[in-house]
């Protein structure tokens, strides 16, 4: 069972920047793809961005490529996501996923969630 915290939302202007961050408990971290999502008020959950579990790949969402980034450090369990240039439509409870797939994450059937982190950008 692995256990996903994120932290690091918060309110920001528009234009401006946040790092959201995941701490995964498993110790076997190195061995899952992690991928962020983000679910505003009456909207769906969306896919923003996800990564294989060495690092060496990464994918996005057509809305973020270019402003979001995520990465990872397998030493410290976490996965995280710099998000510059924000927007108020990245307004959002922004989710941490793991699973053993990369495809699996990619396609919002990860196995593991976090709870959640709330991004408020004001314009």
């Known amino acids: 069972q692995v256990q996903l915290v994120e932290s690091g939302g918060g309110l920001v202007q528009a234009g401006g920047s946040l790092r959201l961050s995941c701490a995964a408990s498993e110790g076997t971290f190195s061995n899952y793809a992690m991928g962020w999502f983000r679910q505003a008020p009456g909207k769906e959950r969306e896919f923003v961005a996800a990564i294989t579990w060495s690092g060496g790949l990464t994918y996005y969402a057509g809305s973020v490529k270019g402003r979001f980034t995520i990465s990872r450090d397998n030493a410290k369990n976490t996965v995280y996501l710099q998000m510059n240039s924000l927007k108020p439509e990245d307004t959002a409870v922004y989710y941490c996923?793991?699973?053993?797939?990369?495809?699996?994450?990619?396609?919002?059937?990860?196995?593991?969630w976090g709870k959640g982190t709330l991004v408020n950008v004001s314009s």
């Open positions: 996923a793991a699973d053993s797939l990369f495809a699996t994450v990619k396609f919002g059937q990860a196995a593991y």
